[in-house]
């Protein structure tokens, strides 16, 4: 994972290079949050996925006991 300081740095240095380089922007960019949602977002399906693994793996595990012990009784 990336260490949040070098992160920090590394976006300042590129945007003192675009202001020194073209200027300030004329217009407001609000892309703020982005990096930060996308990590959100792969975090939360992962562990929907783990979870939904878990449901099934329970389910099958359930079921095939159900099997065994409807067979039992044969």
Partial sequence: MVDSGS???????????V????????VPINSAGIAESIIMAERAFSTRRSELLIEII???????????MSLGCL
């Avoid at 202001?19 to 004329?26: F, L, Q, T």
């Avoid at 329970?58 to 065994?68: D, G, H, L, Q, R």
């Fill in 7 to 17: 992160t920090r740095e590394a976006i300042e240095k590129a945007v003192a290079s």
């Fill in 19 to 26: 202001v020194e380089k073209y200027g300030a922007p004329d």
């Fill in 58 to 68: 329970a389910e099958y595990a359930t079921k095939k006991e159900m099997t065994s």
